[in-house]
């Protein structure tokens, strides 16, 4: 049998953040139980056992009495969870059947204008019927839901779908009477977490699926609220709030906690999911950096890729770094945030008359009518990290009556000014270094306080250090529209290329992710912080987390307009009508250079959801190409197992090769270095034709003529719905790029109405 592998994760980002063994035990007795997912080969169970659960309790008590099964699972995989140590584990893996035992992980949250951004406020006949859309569910895996937000009135709505089969489960704070037409389930899952860190304290957190943080409530409502007049946020961003699919169902499935969420829990939620007949799984969360047969999210999401369910996850907030993505499985949608095109400006007024701006999303009594005090954190205390504003770190004596400069990095922005506010200061400007550059992010801040990009904090501190009697305010100018070049992508989000397969292009594509309204739970503060007392009905949050929902709903949108459409088509009429210029022909942009944007940034470019209704042509994707896919990539029949939930081998007489997995993205693969033989890639694909007939020519551009690329046929002739055609690109590498270099082109069919274009990524390695 295989030898047992346990490995630990640093980093890993979800819709991102940290990821780290789930045993995190109070003392060192107990950290020799870990929580532990077991995959079982189902098919191999002995004929001695009538029942599957009969096997998995036997295999268990062969190597621990006194263990028992948190969940079984028979859709994600087949197998279940349980408490052992490490040794126990090591065990049970050599045992026949047993395809693998991975530790537990434990994921950490990330964290109305976009529908008019995005155009979906036009051309209302190209939108699905009420009747189409209202049957479609969107699951969301989360913190729960606040079920009494206007965003969830079912208002309008016939009764619930006929192919739902799922629950309302009641708890504490909830009952089966929150859910409605519109809110039609919901469940939580805590067992996993439960075994890890002790039972739920019921005075902090409802266990049931009631939101007491507000992520999850957020991110439902983005991908399918109702429709809210006059939602603001303290009065910001003031106008009608909505969802992507404003009439279709929501099921909600908590997984997530103030301990974080675990993948046990997750893949128990999964489970459910897949019986309860969604359509859509929206999941502001992601699996880690390893192997897709050793990552329990992306088998959770294969299993349910086979049963037509869309999955969308947030990329990560991990960026502008390199290599820096969760969630790369090809079965996968994989979102990256980009910015809108509203802005809430806060400048900042020095006494030397120089003005500079910054975002803001402060409501509340207003700074003085004069210049105030103004100091530098970093000089104003005696800490290591007093620049940094943390708790503790600031004397009184020194920043009273003063506005404060911090910055940014560490702890949260907003904890930064409650610091601030409790030491006695009246204002912060809060001053991004390098690590976030020229990024901005607003937030609803307990005293005035205006973030500001590094350039400018820099100019300001310069002014702090020479002056030698430093003046400041800051001026509020609430929501302004229309501000110019939108979208740029974030910076905080995660970045490729693929760190797990080079050859397919991540992320798949971007979508609003920086300050977005949506609904917010009831129990808790804008800021989030304990010491918050308002209360609000909406909030405007950043992440990837937010851009993820958005393209949950959008699928949503093209699901009910092609109900027979595959995931993978809807992905791909997603992702090949998404722009990467702006309408003045400029490339996107980057917030964290303030240069053009590549494909390793945004994928495909940035969602369009009027254009993917009509694609045009589509790429299509079977669980037989997945299954192709990781053939190429070498897996064993049992790595093949753990990921299929089956037994499967792949073909040895048939060459497998990931140029032919029929991805709608390029990302080719150069050996740097490789001596004189030419580097030739041949690439193949497959269209189906998904509108009327006619015929698509291919067009190429390129940002170095270092690879040749031709296209053969170079035009595509289609009499029928449904017809399929396929083509070859070939790259001829005409000379080295020094290793780790990058360039980009693309490559666009066109029938003189739509364009269905593919971004082409090359790397020297």
């Excluded at 997912?37 to 009495?65: Q, T």
């Excluded at 409502?221 to 009608?240: I, N």
């Excluded at 009556?401 to 922005?413: A, E, P, Y």
């Excluded at 958005?550 to 995931?567: E, F, Q, T």
């Amino acid at each position: 049998m295989k030898t047992f592998q346990s490995f630990l994760i640093n980093v890993v980002v979800l819709c991102l953040c940290h990821v780290s063994t789930a045993a995190v035990e109070k003392n060192t007795e107990e950290q020799r139980w870990s929580t532990y997912i077991v995959h079982m080969a189902k098919s191999e169970m002995p004929a001695s056992f009538e029942h599957h659960l009969h096997w998995y309790d036997s295999s268990l008590k062969s190597v621990s009495d006194s263990a028992e099964m948190i969940y079984t699972y028979d859709n994600v995989i087949h197998g279940f969870s349980t408490r052992l140590t490490a040794e126990q584990a090591q065990t049970l893996e050599s045992q026949a059947g047993i395809l693998s035992v991975l530790p537990e992980l434990k994921y950490e949250l990330h964290t109305t204008r976009t529908p008019e951004f995005l155009g979906l406020d036009k051309s209302p006949d190209m939108f699905p019927d009420s009747k189409s859309a209202s049957d479609v569910i969107v699951g969301v895996l989360d913190t729960g839901i606040w079920p009494e937000s206007k965003s969830f009135d079912d208002t309008g709505l016939g009764p619930v779908p006929s192919s739902w089969k799922g629950e309302c489960e009641t708890g504490t704070n909830f009952t089966t009477s929150n859910c409605n037409r519109k809110l039609i389930g919901a469940r939580f899952f805590s067992k996993g977490y439960e075994a890890t860190l002790g039972p739920i304290d019921t005075s902090k957190e409802s266990k049931s699926p009631r939101d007491d943080d507000g992520h999850g409530t957020h991110t439902a409502s983005t991908a399918a609220g109702s429709v809210v007049d006059q939602a603001s946020l303290l009065g910001y961003a003031l106008g009608k709030a909505r969802g992507m699919a404003t009439r279709a169902r929501i099921a909600v499935y908590k997984v997530c906690w103030i301990g974080g969420c675990f993948s046990s829990d997750i893949l128990a939620a999964m489970e459910k999911a897949i019986e309860d007949n969604v359509n859509v799984l929206s999941m502001s969360l992601g699996g880690g950096m390893s192997d897709y047969f050793r990552d329990n999210v992306a088998i959770g999401a294969f299993a349910a890729m086979e049963k037509g369910i869309f999955i969308s996850c947030s990329a990560g907030n991990a960026g502008p770094s390199s290599y820096s993505l969760s969630n790369q499985a090809p079965w996968i949608t994989t979102v990256g945030a980009g910015t809108l095109d509203r802005d809430f400006p806060a400048f900042v007024s020095l006494g030397n008359g120089k003005n500079f701006s910054g975002v803001s999303l402060f409501r509340g009594n207003s700074l003085p009518g004069k210049l105030l005090p103004f100091v530098y954190a970093g000089n104003a205390s005696n800490a290591t990290n007093g620049n940094l504003c943390m708790i503790g770190t600031l004397p009184p004596a020194k920043v009273a009556g003063k506005i404060v400069l911090c910055d940014r990095g560490v702890n949260s922005r907003v904890q930064k000014g409650e610091v601030v506010k409790e030491a006695g200061a009246l204002g912060m400007v809060l001053a991004n270094t390098a690590a976030n550059g020229e990024e901005l992010v607003a937030d609803a801040h307990l005293l005035p306080a205006t973030a500001v990009g590094e350039k400018s904090g820099d100019i300001i501190k310069s002014y702090l250090f020479s002056d030698p009697n430093p003046t400041a305010t800051i001026l509020f100018e609430g929501t302004k529209v229309g501000i110019q070049p939108s979208p740029v992508v974030a910076a905080f989000s995660s970045r490729g290329p693929n760190s797990i397969t080079l050859e397919i292009l991540k992320p798949d594509i971007i979508a609003p992710g920086v300050n977005i309204l949506a609904g917010w739970s009831g129990n808790v503060g804008p800021t989030g912080l304990s010491i918050d007392p308002r209360r609000v009905s909406f909030n405007i949050i950043s992440g990837t987390s937010m851009s993820c929902p958005h393209v949950s709903g959008l699928a949503a949108l093209v699901k009910a307009a092609h109900p027979d459409w595959s995931p993978a088509a809807i992905r791909s009429a997603l992702m090949t009508t998404a722009y990467t210029v702006y309408k003045n022909a400029q490339k996107l942009q980057d917030t964290s250079t303030g240069k053009p944007a590549t494909p390793f940034d945004y994928g495909s470019g940035h969602v369009d959801p009027v254009a993917a209704l009509d694609p045009g042509l589509v790429y299509d994707l079977t669980a037989a190409d997945y299954l192709s896919f990781v053939c190429a990539l070498n897996y064993t029949s049992s790595q093949i197992s753990s990921l299929a939930g089956r037994k499967f081998t792949c073909d040895a007489s048939k060459k497998y090769s990931v140029t032919d997995f029929n991805y709608p993205s390029f990302s080719v693969v150069f050996t740097s270095g490789g001596g004189s033989k030419s580097n030739v890639v041949k690439y193949t694909r497959t269209v189906t034709n998904v509108g009327s007939p006619g015929t698509y020519k291919v067009s190429l551009s390129s940002e170095n003529p270092s690879v040749k690329i031709s296209v053969e046929p170079a035009s595509l002739n289609f009499a029928a719905i449904n017809e399929k055609k396929s083509y070859t690109v070939t790259f001829t590498e005409v000379s080295s790029l020094p290793l780790n270099s990058n360039s980009f082109a693309r490559l666009v069919w066109s029938d003189g109405k739509r364009n269905v274009g593919s971004p082409i990524a090359f790397s020297w390695n």
